[in-house]
């Protein structure tokens, strides 16, 4: 031990990296909860008005000093490690009592952006070496009482959040130390920019009705073994789930959109069919957005007239749901009755009863079930899994215009009156441009009130207007509203553009400076670009702008639907972002984070930080040439030498699984390669993840060399040799092209794609000499070739034409494909193309997905002419190459050595 200022400090504990002196580990209460809040208090003195605020928490925190907030945290990390992060304080108080108050989550369970470990809060507050505030036995806790713990996920991420500032606090009690063994380590990226966005306009105002029951069930609980239960894995699980429906009258009951893949029956008649990726659709009562991602699942699903409304009888009513395959953790149901009705569990605790089942029974079976007879399938339910209004979102997509006049609503302050029955008013907000944030606002009210909030990213301008909900993820908030004044911030960050205010209450409500506070982790625009193409000049906008949009303190493949860290969208992002705001910090910690996954030690797994067990092959090794192309952007040798020994592993990994035929073959994975239906991909030997790894092998031979590591030798013969192999097997003279797959039985698959040919020309698999003609047909469209419909597939096209200087073919594609982007008005690139990936009745499902900003390099290498030749720019080539009809060009490009500038102008 040793003493600073008048505390005796010992050195630091083992696993803390450095970050505490003093500061333990504690927490308030039970630590198995799920979705579970603690509030936790530390006041101190000091005669200083500066110091440090060092913390971090398990799973999340929101701390304020003196009332005034300073953040959330911490960043993402991987399993058994945490990021701890600092706070610079400016105004502490030299007379009186200075206050922290903490609010920490305990998700409880795994989600596809965090790994499950032991709740905990630990932090300190330092004024140079002096500690003078730590967690201990001074803190105080409390069970946040606010906060409804009973809540549906919003997807792959935490539950939604439902805040009641006027719920009675218990009283502050003493906090229990305890042990954690994470490795902790200095958060690698910038704090939060906290940048705040405001509505520009009103889009809309109008009075609904919202569904007047509304019930969530918890399922995955009963479907999967206890081990499963706090990971993010798919359901594949048929099962029965029946509730009982009690109404006072005969009376009708129209069903409103929900989530969840369960087909649901009344008295034998198919009421809707459920989905596990969106909400069914409420005009056929089918299964929206199934084919957003294949299940695979093998449970297919007759295709059945639904009705989407039943005549209840007056007494007890049996609706009975045949589960089949999901990735949510809940089931919802919501409508409109006549009366008030109840759902109760006829077997036990709760509202719904789960009986897995071997094989879900025939719609025909389902009025001649004997319930007796599976008494021993039916579990044990816990009541807390049935969640009266525990899912916001479906009371918005739910909600009936009404035929009333709105009032005139302004962006600053929104008025809302009171409401009278059933009413809702509804107001949109435009914040401008998709991106992820914390939302805030201050309300004032006279009386009590709810407000509902539901963030979405796209409308259609019509006429009518039509407003695109979050289908496929519960993206809303609810905060109840008290008399008085109050402010509010969310715990969570939310992927927003539009905002959807839903308010009622017995009094009206004033809405004061709501704003959004950005979460993006060191994103500025320092790159530019000006041509006499308006077009070019505004697509370049639209992908750095996404850029910035889906960071947070790594990049993620979208800020709404999924917040998630996965390999092959953080490779084109990285190469989209190095051309506009070359945020490397960010672009290290993505990398450097699934490198540190200690569940996956050979090759990565296809997101990370997540506890969900998938490997995308193809995504694996994009992992690999994201890190040499980090190192050819940045020139940061010492970081590639750090990744390099995951590297080999990977590639060790991938050429363990090659067989006597040369091939690699991947059992039991997801191979996904792009969106396109019709694609022959679900075999072990791929054709695009063969070609994957061969430019794997070709980057991971680029590392060893620069790190004159002899391995490069051994890397070049498995290349060379796996490329005689595909040139063996999978090359069909016939079609003259590569077949997307062999099948088990050895034959080929009868589908040759223009994304797999690509592949097999940009890596080298192709023979040189017929690759400008592969090129060529592909870019025609030869209708041989099953056509590429996405910006994942487009990527790799584009990427051969650049190889083999095909720039008219180049911006033909940018043009077309991102300049529909562009005209939408959305100001961010797409998951989809219009034509190919519409989704319920819209263009494309993420209206800002990262991935679509690589054309950036097209647009600086060929209008601007800048394109580096050594490693970090040490050297770059200036050479304008532009298409027909470009005469001048300006901008600039950051680089690891300041900004390059280029201005030029044709005759």
């Not at 004032?444 to 289908?471: C, V």
């Not at 223009?754 to 192709?766: H, I, R």
Request: glycine share 10%.
């Amino acid at each position: 031990m040793r003493n600073v200022g008048n505390i005796a400090i010992r050195t630091a504990p083992e696993n803390s990296g450095g970050c505490f002196k003093l500061g333990e580990w504690i927490w308030f209460g039970a630590t198995d909860g799920v979705n579970d809040y603690r509030e936790f208090c530390h006041e101190f003195k000091t005669g200083s008005q500066t110091g440090d605020l060092v913390i971090t928490a398990d799973s999340m925190y929101q701390v304020w000093l003196n009332g005034a907030i300073l953040g959330h945290g911490p960043a993402k990390s991987a399993e058994g490690m945490r990021s701890v992060d600092t706070y610079t304080l400016a105004d502490l108080r030299t007379s009186g009592i200075n206050r922290l108050d903490i609010v920490v989550l305990a998700i409880g369970s795994s989600t596809m952006t965090y790994c499950l470990g032991e709740p905990g809060l630990r932090f300190e507050v330092n004024d140079g070496d002096d500690v003078i505030a730590a967690s201990g036995k001074s803190t105080r806790g409390r069970i946040d009482r606010r906060r409804n713990s009973y809540t549906v996920r919003r997807w792959f991420m935490p539950c939604l959040e439902d805040f009641d500032p006027g719920a009675t606090p218990d009283e502050w009690q003493a906090v229990e130390l305890v042990e954690r063994s994470f490795e902790l380590y200095p958060r690698r990226v910038p704090l939060p920019s906290r940048d705040t966005r405001r509505p520009t306009r009103i889009l809309l105002s109008e009075y609904v009705t919202v569904p007047n029951f509304s019930i969530s069930f918890h399922h995955k609980h009963y479907f999967v073994p206890p081990e499963q239960r706090t990971r993010a894995n798919h359901l594949n699980a048929p099962g029965i789930i029946v509730t009982d429906i009690e109404s006072p009258i005969e009376q009708t009951v129209q069903f409103t959109p929900t989530l969840g893949s369960v087909r649901w029956f009344f008295n034998g008649q198919l009421v809707f069919d459920g989905s596990g990726w969106g909400q069914w659709d409420p005009a056929t009562g089918a299964a929206a957005c199934d084919d957003i991602v294949p299940v695979g699942d093998g449970l297919a699903r007759p295709v059945l007239e639904a009705q989407t409304a039943i005549r209840l009888q007056a007494g007890t009513n049996r609706l009975i749901g045949l589960h089949t395959a999901d990735h949510f953790s809940e089931i919802s149901l919501a409508g409109f009755a006549e009366a008030p009705i109840t759902f109760t569990n006829p077997f036990g605790a709760g509202a719904f009863q789960v009986i897995p089942v071997d094989e879900n029974p025939a719609a025909n079976d389902l009025k001649s079930l004997d319930w007796d007879a599976m008494r021993e399938r039916m579990p044990d339910m816990d009541a807390r899994h049935s969640m009266l209004n525990g899912n916001a979102q479906d009371l918005v997509i739910g909600a009936r215009p009404l035929d009333k006049l709105p009032p005139d609503v302004s962006t600053d302050p929104i008025a809302l009156p009171a409401t009278v029955g059933d009413e809702v008013l509804r107001v949109v907000v435009d914040l401008g441009v998709a991106h992820v944030a914390w939302i805030a606002f201050d309300v004032e009210a006279g009386d009590g009130g709810e407000l509902i909030l539901s963030f979405f990213e796209g409308t259609d301008k019509g006429p009518p207007l039509r407003l695109q909900w979050t289908y496929g993820c519960n993206n809303a908030l609810t905060c109840q509203v008290v008399g008085g004044s109050q402010s509010f911030e969310s715990f969570l960050p939310y992927g927003v553009r539009y905002i959807g205010i839903h308010y009622r209450g017995r009094g009206g409500a004033t809405i004061r400076n709501l704003r959004s506070i950005n979460a993006n982790c060191g994103s500025r625009m320092q790159g530019a670009l000006d041509s006499s193409d308006e077009l070019l000049n505004q697509i370049y906008g639209i992908c750095a702008q996404t850029t910035i949009s889906s960071v947070d303190d790594t990049y993620t493949d979208c800020p709404t639907y999924e917040q998630t860290n996965w390999n092959c969208d953080n490779r084109t992002t990285f190469i989209g972002d190095v051309f506009a705001c070359a945020n490397t910090a960010v672009a290290r910690n993505t990398i450097e984070v699934v490198a540190e996954d200690p569940g996956y030690p050979g090759l990565v797994r296809s997101q990370y930080p997540s506890a969900w067990d998938s490997l995308i092959p193809l995504w694996s090794f994009h992992w690999i040439m994201f890190c040499h192309d980090y190192y050819w952007y940045t020139g940061d040798l010492e970081f590639l030498r750090r990744m390099f020994p995951r590297i080999k592993a990977g590639i060790a990994d991938a050429i363990s699984r090659i067989g006597d035929d040369g091939l690699m073959a991947f059992r039991d994975v997801w191979h996904m390669v792009e969106w396109t239906t019709g694609r022959d991909d679900d075999h072990d030997i791929n054709g695009a993840e063969q070609a994957g790894l061969v430019g794997a092998l070709r980057a991971a031979e680029k590392c060893a060399v620069c790190l004159e590591d002899d391995i490069a030798e051994t890397w070049k013969k498995a290349r060379l040799d796996l490329v005689e192999a595909l040139n063996r097997t999978l090359w069909d003279g016939t079609r003259g092209y590569y077949a997307d797959s062999m099948h088990a039985d050895g034959t080929l698959s009868p589908i040759s794609s223009e994304c797999t040919n690509a592949m097999m020309t940009l890596y080298g698999v192709a023979p040189q000499d017929i690759s400008k003609a592969f090129a060529e047909n592909i870019g025609q469209h030869d209708s041989t070739l099953l056509r590429t419909t996405s910006p994942f597939g487009i990527y790799y096209m584009l990427e051969v034409f650049d190889r083999l200087g095909m720039v008219e073919e180049i911006f033909a594609i940018i043009r077309h494909r991102w300049g529909d982007m562009v005209r939408a008005g959305d100001g961010t690139t797409w998951e989809m193309f219009a034509e190919f990936g519409g989704v319920m009745g819209f263009p494309t499902r993420s209206r800002c997905h990262p991935f679509a900003s690589y054309v950036n390099k097209f647009l600086i290498k060929y209008l601007l002419g800048v394109e580096p030749v050594a490693p970090g720019f040490a050297r770059c080539r200036i050479e304008p190459n532009p298409p027909a009809g470009i005469n001048r060009c300006e901008g600039k490009v950051p680089t690891p050595h300041g900004l390059i500038s280029v201005s030029w102008h044709g005759d």
